[in-house]
T-cell receptor
Framework: DQQVKQNSPSLSVQEGRISILNCDYT??????FLWYKKYPAEGPTFLIS?????DKNEDGRFTVFLNKSAKHLSLHIVPSQPGDSAVYFC??????????FGAGTRLTVKP | EAQVTQNPRYLITVTGKKLTVTCSQN?????MSWYRQDPGLGLRQIYY???????DKGDVPEGYKVSRKEKRNFPLILESPSPNQTSLYFC????????????FGPGTRLTVL
């Protein structure tokens, strides 16, 4: 039972354009949401997070939006760069020792 | 450099041959965990530990054991590996507390023949 879903396995965008990665969740108890980025042969690295009391969080080129009523969050990357090409995992947590991950979306940014 | 290390990075073994994947962190984190990553399923938690001598099952603990005798180390033990345990394994650690992100190791790719 996947409580966190990333329905797009892959996404391809042109350098300089916006990348939008989407994530849906089913558990209304989730209170903290994170995005991780993973390069080949490396472990995931933390990118950005948002708590349920906010609907937007920005960090440089990366912005995460949370729509609690729709149980949906998205990651916007503007402008996209070739170095952003990676697999992005969405994760959600309802309490401290529990974190649920989506299946990941492979982003390819073309020069 | 703050990091989580795992060894080995790659391992091919045969069914039934006991193996241990080591995990060590140098950030003095209380919390450590193990995940496996499989295509289409994302990362699923195997076991976690809130502190020394405190471990608990995650979502997919069957066929695995862990121990936490020291704060920095959290080995994953497969007593009798089977082909369905072929996967990519990640160890992670973090400061205890809800709004803290996990730091992941580089991964161990395990193949059980």
């Amino acid at each position: 039972d996947q409580q966190v879903k990333q329905n797009s396995p892959s996404l391809s965008v042109q350098e300089g354009r916006i990348s939008i990665l989407n994530c849906d969740y089913t558990n209304s108890m989730f209170d903290y949401f994170l995005w991780y980025k993973k390069y080949p042969a490396e472990g995931p690295t933390f990118l950005i997070s948002i708590s349920s009391i906010k609907d937007k969080n920005e960090d440089g080129r990366f912005t995460v939006f949370l729509n609690k009523s729709a149980k949906h969050l998205s990651l916007h990357i503007v402008p996209s760069q070739p170095g952003d090409s990676a697999v992005y995992f969405c994760a959600a947590s309802a309490f401290d020792n529990d974190m649920r991950f989506g299946a990941g979306t492979r982003l390819t940014v073309k020069p | 450099e703050a990091q989580v290390t795992q060894n080995p990075r790659y391992l091919i073994t045969v069914t039934g041959k006991k193996l241990t994947v080591t995990c060590s962190q140098n950030m003095n984190h209380e919390y450590m965990s193990w995940y496996r990553q499989d295509p289409g399923l994302g990362l699923r938690q195997i076991y976690y530990s809130m502190n020394v001598e405190v471990t608990d099952k995650g979502d997919v603990p069957e066929g695995y054991k862990v121990s936490r005798k020291e704060k920095r180390n959290f080995p994953l033990i497969l007593e009798s590996p089977s082909p369905n345990q072929t996967s990519l394994y990640f160890c992670a650690s973090k400061i205890t507390g809800f709004y803290n992100e996990q730091f992941f190791g580089p991964g161990t790719r395990l193949t059980v023949l």
